[in-house]
Each structure stands twice: as structure tokens, then as C-alpha cells.
């Protein structure tokens, strides 16, 4: 028991997030078409344990249930996403009623059960047909983006009020082409750069298509952000992290609020850089109505630019310090840079090895993690920073890309070959933590 309690102010949005191609399994049904994650998923050695996602959560079939989990807990806000090549088998042309049928039950239900519905557009699965295109290197997938928003939002804007075009395009830009641990798997700087350009004009057109269909919806992007610090006040290490910071979070932050990308970094990349049309940083710096940001730890630099693991501190299964002190400098330091609009903490948890004793979860590490970043983030928000929601990554257990099932980030645990469900401790804790609307253990 901690002595401080954190209330939250009301209205505070409590949600929890999981994303289409890492729950949904049905892979080709109902006219569904394939995406890149189905054809890297089905790439020998891609995936830990050769996992695919042609199953995952089931949760195409068993969204009722789930969904009553979610009510259960008294959460108030789903963010989940769609699957393009469901709507847009071909990603483009022909569109599968079917699949956008899926989604309008998705909302309804939601709905009769008053949880508010954040629909994110893009979260990395694109249409295996507009790769073998050229995938996001090519311009033309700017205007077939905003195709898709725009049929996606004619069908569900009357009742979804929250939409994200893109999530994290660093990661997919990043870790699908230079490193290419996660799909289309390429590894090429220029190539990257390109990618990451133009997912930054496709947010920009669909926000367009959006807002011309819907004006009143709450459009925004949601970027992976994470700090990048040092142990010791030494320049060197200083200026190795600054630079790391600024090729990385502020990459993606500076278009969006400062209309150019970050001269030190656009010069590191050399001949690697972007091709930038004039228009371009118009479209991409619209005015957000919310920025999310996805944050799950810190990035600690040597005067090398070395990663450095920090003595003493706790490291999750992914590897990732738990750093919850680090968020509230992010935040500050963001609020310092730019002028920013409305923030959601659109991801944030952790990977346990999760056991199942008697039919419970007892994950406490999980409790202190989250507890300790809503912590944080209420101190943060009384320094004047405006935080408008919280969503724990994930729902579910579910199929967490490269990595498989083999690390859970869940709420509520998935046996996988049984599909059962079992609530973690930290979902009923979590669950106390929204109905009392302040944070406490
Ligand atoms: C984020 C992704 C999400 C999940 C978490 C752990 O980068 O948006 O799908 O994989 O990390």
C-alpha cells in the first residue's frame, strides 16, 4: 500500500488497446485478403516458434466475449484496428462489404455497452497487393490510404468519434526496412527513409479525407516515443543521445508541430534523405486534434552512442527497462518543444512470464508497472501537461509480431490452444483503478 493516492480528474478516458492482425486470427475469411504480416508470419524463420497470426486471440469469432471481459472491467475506451486488406482485399478498387460489415458489429456492440470505440486505420498490416506495388516507398499509397479512411470512415464516422491514421511509423518504416525484423523485412537506409516520409503524407491525406467526410471526428497519429538519457552528465554521452533523439522521436515529432524535419538529422542522412515534395510538410502538420503516444521505456547512451543496460534497475521480457521516470521527462520536455495538442497515452505495459496457478494470473509485477506510470503521469499532468486518457497494452495476450506468442503484454491471458480467457490480476486491479477514477495498491 502506498500512503498517496492519485485521483484523476474527470472524464479522465480509462482504455485498454490491442491491434487487428495480433488478436483477430480468421486470416482469410469472409473475403479477407492477405497483408504483409500474413506473408512474413508464413516466411520461414521470421517468427519465434514459426507462430503465425492465422488464429491469434480468435477474436474475429469471440469479440462478444471479449468485449464483456472489457465491460466486466469497467473499461471505458477500446482502441483497436482495422485490417485494410480486410475492407480492400486488393488494398485498393473493390470493396469487401464483408469486411467492413466485421467492423460495423465491432462498433455496435462496443456501443451497447457504452465502450467509446478508437479506431486506428493503420497498424502495419498492409495489403500484401500494394507491396508487391512497392509497398509505402510508393507515392501512390498516399491517395489509396485516404481511399481507405475515407470508406472506412462513410461507414462507421457516425458513430466512432476517435481516429488514428497511423500507428508508430517509426517502427514500421524502422524495423520493416533497415533492420527488417518485422515485415515487409527489407534492410535499406534509403529505403527507410523514403517509407517513413511517406507514411508521414499518407497521415496528412487521410486526416484530409477524414475530416472532409467527418468534420467533427477527433483525428490524430500516435508515434512510439522514448527518451533517450544518460547516467552521467558527461557531453559526450549528452550530445551522442540528443542526436539519437532527434534521428528517432523527433524525426516524426518535428514535421508534425514544426512543419521540416530536424536539420542535424535530415544532414546525417546525407543521400539517404527523403524525397520531400513542396506541399508535403502542409499536409503532414495539420492540426491534431490528440497526439498518442506509446511509451514503454527509455533508451540509456554511452559517448558512443552505445545502448547501455542500467545496474539495478528491472528489465521486462522484451528486454525493456522499466523506467516510469522517464515518461514524465518525455512529456515535459515535449511540452517545452512544441505546441501541443490534447495527449493520449495510447500503449503502455509490460511482457511478464505469465503462470497460471488454479486459474489465476497473479502478475503483480504488471500492477507495479502500470501503477507506476499512472503515478508519473498524474505528477505530470498537475505541471500543466494535457493528458486526456490511458490505454493498457493489451487487452489481450496476443501475437506480439516477430516475438510470436511467446510474450504476453495482456490484461487478460490467453490459452492459446484452448482460446480460453483468464482475467490477470492486474485487469481486476486495474479495474478497482477506473471505478475509483484514481490510482492506488
Ligand atoms: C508497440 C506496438 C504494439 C505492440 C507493443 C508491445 O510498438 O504498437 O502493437 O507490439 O509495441
Not at 196 to 219: C, D, F, K, W, Y
Request: hydrophobic share 40%.
Amino acid at each position: 500500500m502506498t500512503s498517496e493516492n492519485y485521483v484523476f480528474p474527470r472524464g479522465f478516458v480509462w482504455g485498454a488497446a490491442t491491434a487487428a492482425y495480433q488478436i483477430e486470427g480468421a486470416s482469410k475469411e469472409d473475403g479477407k485478403g492477405p497483408s504483409i504480416w500474413d506473408t512474413f508470419a508464413h516466411t520461414a524463420g521470421k517468427i519465434s516458434n514459426g507462430d503465425t497470426g492465422d488464429i491469434a486471440c480468435d477474436h474475429y469469432h469471440l469479440f462478444s466475449e471479449d468485449f464483456l471481459l472489457l465491460k466486466h472491467l469497467g473499461v471505458k475506451a477500446y482502441r483497436f484496428s482495422l485490417s485494410w486488406p480486410r475492407i480492400f482485399p486488393e488494398g485498393k478498387g473493390q470493396v469487401n462489404w464483408a469486411g467492413l460489415d466485421y467492423y460495423d458489429r465491432l462498433v455496435d456492440s462496443l456501443l451497447t455497452l457504452n465502450i467509446e470505440p478508437f479506431v486506428t486505420l493503420y497498424h502495419w498490416d498492409l495489403p500484401q497487393a500494394l507491396q508487391d506495388y512497392g509497398g509505402w516507398a510508393n507515392r501512390d499509397l498516399t491517395g489509396y490510404f485516404a481511399d481507405y479512411a475515407a470508406v472506412a470512415v462513410r461507414r462507421l464516422g457516425d458513430r466512432v468519434k476517435c481516429w488514428t491514421t497511423i500507428n508508430e511509423p517509426w517502427v514500421v518504416a524502422v524495423l520493416g526496412n533497415m533492420t527488417g525484423e518485422m515485415a515487409p523485412g527489407f534492410r535499406d537506409r534509403k529505403l527507410t527513409a523514403q517509407v517513413g516520409h511517406n507514411l508521414m503524407v499518407a497521415h496528412g491525406t487521410a486526416m484530409q479525407a477524414i475530416r472532409s467526410i467527418e468534420p467533427n471526428a477527433q483525428v490524430g497519429i500516435v508515434l512510439n516515443l522514448s527518451p533517450v538519457e544518460t547516467l552521467t552528465d558527461d557531453v559526450y554521452e549528452k550530445k551522442a543521445a540528443e542526436r539519437a533523439w532527434k534521428a528517432t522521436s523527433a524525426w516524426f515529432l518535428d514535421p508534425l508541430f514544426q512543419a521540416c524535419y530536424p536539420p542535424g538529422a535530415l544532414r546525417d542522412l546525407g543521400a539517404d534523405a527523403p524525397d520531400v515534395k513542396p506541399n508535403d510538410f502542409a499536409l503532414i502538420s495539420q492540426k491534431l486534434d490528440y497526439l498518442g503516444v506509446n511509451y514503454y521505456t527509455r533508451t540509456v547512451f554511452g559517448a558512443q552512442g552505445e545502448v547501455k543496460k542500467v545496474p539495478g534497475s528491472e528489465y521486462t521480457e522484451m528486454g525493456w527497462e522499466v523506467a516510469p521516470e522517464s515518461l514524465g521527462r518525455m512529456l515535459v520536455r515535449m511540452h517545452n518543444d512544441y505546441r501541443l495538442p490534447p495527449i493520449y497515452i495510447t500503449e503502455n505495459g509490460c511482457a511478464l512470464d505469465d503462470q497460471v496457478v488454479d486459474d489465476h494470473v497473479h502478475d503483480t509485477r504488471r500492477i507495479k508497472y502500470i501503477h507506476d506510470h499512472l503515478v508519473e503521469l498524474r505528477k505530470t499532468m498537475r505541471l500543466g501537461v494535457n493528458i486526456r486518457g490511458f490505454f493498457v497494452w493489451s487487452l489481450l495476450d496476443n501475437f506480439e509480431w516477430h516475438h510470436g506468442f511467446s510474450k504476453r503484454f495482456g490484461l487478460i491471458y490467453i490459452d492459446y490452444p484452448t482460446q480460453k480467457r483468464i482475467i490477470k490480476d492486474s485487469a481486476y486491479w486495474y479495474s478497482k483503478v477506473i471505478s475509483r477514477n484514481e490510482v492506488h495498491r
